[in-house]
């Protein structure tokens, strides 16, 4: 036999040997610690639908979506997952995934339709209904009191542009805890400041009431809102069960350091609290401090304050909510200055143009949560990904590029854990795919799969994987 020839044979037993051998999964390197909180997130807008069902009055979502060309397609938000009567067998479906935390939104137009001080018992009994379910089913409910759907009748007074809407929103807020505190123990106030002014007040405003208003206008309507924060976390302390527990949901922007050396670093601590400092900045420092001068220079366009305000908003909460997707890159120029590195046009990204993968946004948005404010309990309240997916689908539908984001973001979870950041939730979004604000129904963030046309849910591979994640306490 040629020489050859032996090795190849011989390699070849090799192989075979291997082969036989069963590989088996990597042991336990991505296990989260005990009580760690998995959970899936929605919004009552974005859900519900019923938009005009038992007395509910139109949002300013309802209003904008009606609007010529504001909403992709022209689609608006009166049936969307029409949650309002399928919640029964969605809670099934969540408890039969295995998933026992549930961030959901209270909808202010249901509840108080005509003012704001006439309860609607259709609104508030559909509330205690839907949270009756949720806890049959084994699933913790963690509540909103605000994800962006005002009532219309609030805009027309001016909305968050006036005082009067933190001053609105105290009675709203006390009346949630008092009629449902004895079921919720788990608060966040306000969704997103960012998004609700920034994005809806602004010039670059997509969002309803998608007013074009000054910078001055925008901080002071951004400082009202973080009144409002501080009203909801007196609503707990007031009126909360026993341990009751309050923080916030903000997207707070979050920087990488490109390079995870001392530099980067230093330049993205900087970014961070510049960025942050009219929003999670100044709920958590409770005020506006030197980063807040920084990020805007000029006096006049810097928000009026009264007295006491600084103690509202800066009132201590339990956990900071954090809604992570994505983040960008700093550096320490050669002039030793922080500056954002801009993403190169061909940097991969979902189908949401804003929402680049980052995986490294979860490990630094807690961990600078951490050390610039000192976060000593931190909850990711959403993280996910949107994507042009089908509109119909049979049998499990293969998200894996979903899943892989997912996985991805997880693994630096799980690495900030390491590092001593006291994360103890995380909570995906979405449950299910629903109405993404101006994107209407075309941009799909769902576990669960949503026909639009026959409101059939099915699972993808993401929920199939999660349920996974979440019954191992660990990533697989
Ligand atoms: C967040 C928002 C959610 C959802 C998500 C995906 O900003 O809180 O309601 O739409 O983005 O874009």
Redesign the pocket.
């Given at each position: 036999m040629h020489i050859s020839s032996i090795l190849r044979s011989s390699s070849h037993d090799k192989i075979h040997l291997i082969m036989t051998k069963r590989i088996l999964p990597p042991k336990d390197r991505f296990q989260f610690p005990k009580n760690f909180v998995w959970g899936t997130a929605t919004?009552s807008a974005?859900i519900e639908g019923a938009a005009f069902e038992d007395g509910k009055c139109p949002s300013i979502w309802d209003t904008f979506a009606r609007q010529p060309g504001k909403v992709a397609q022209g689609q608006n938000l009166d049936v969307a997952c029409d949650h309002y009567h399928k919640f029964r067998s969605d809670f099934k479906l969540m408890k039969s995934l295995g998933i026992k935390n549930y961030r959901f939104s209270f909808s202010w137009c249901r509840l108080f339709p005509e003012n704001n001080q006439t309860p609607n018992p259709k609104g508030v009994r559909f509330y205690r209904h839907l949270i009756e379910a949720m806890l049959e089913n084994g699933i913790t409910p963690w509540a909103t009191m605000y994800?962006w759907d005002l009532p219309q009748y609030f805009q027309d007074q001016g909305g968050w542009l006036t005082r009067k809407m933190p001053e609105a929103f105290a009675p709203y807020v006390n009346f949630l805890v008092q009629t449902y505190g004895d079921l919720v123990k788990n608060w966040f106030t306000l969704?997103?400041v960012s998004?609700f002014i920034g994005g809806s007040y602004s010039p670059e405003g997509v969002q309803a009431p998608g007013l074009s208003k000054s910078p001055a206008e925008v901080n002071q309507a951004t400082h009202y809102a973080l009144l409002a924060h501080g009203y909801g976390v007196r609503a707990v302390r007031e009126y909360g069960r026993k341990g009751s527990k309050v923080g916030m949901a903000e997207?707070a922007h979050t920087f990488i350091p490109v390079l995870e050396d001392e530099d980067s670093i230093e330049a993205a601590r900087e970014i961070y609290q510049i960025k942050n400092a009219s929003m999670l900045g100044a709920m958590l420092r409770g005020g506006y401090d030197r980063y807040y001068q920084k990020l805007i220079p000029d006096r006049k366009e810097r928000a009026q304050v009264e007295k006491g305000d600084f103690a509202l908003m800066g009132e201590a909460v339990d956990f900071v909510g954090i809604?992570i997707?994505t983040g960008g890159f700093v550096e320490k120029n050669s002039k030793g200055k922080a500056v954002e590195i801009p993403f190169p046009a061909n940097y991969p990204r979902a189908d949401?143009p804003w929402l680049r993968l980052n995986p490294r946004a979860l490990y630094w948005g807690t961990r600078l949560a951490q050390d610039c404010y000192g976060a000593k309990a931190i909850h990711i309240t959403?993280n996910?990904f949107?994507y042009n997916d089908p509109d119909e689908v049979t049998g499990t539908y293969n998200d894996v590029h979903r899943k892989e984001y997912y996985r991805l973001y997880l693994e630096q979870a799980h690495r900030a854990i390491q590092d001593g950041v006291p994360l103890q939730g995380y909570f995906a979004?979405s449950f299910m795919d629903n109405f993404?604000?101006q994107d209407g129904y075309t941009r799909r963030?769902g576990m669960i799969h949503t026909d639009y046309k026959t409101l059939k849910r099915t699972p993808k591979l993401s929920a199939v994987w999660y349920s996974k994640v979440i019954h191992k306490n660990g990533l697989i």
């Open positions: 919004a974005q994800h969704n997103e998004c997207n809604n997707y949401s959403e996910g949107g979004w993404e604000w963030f």
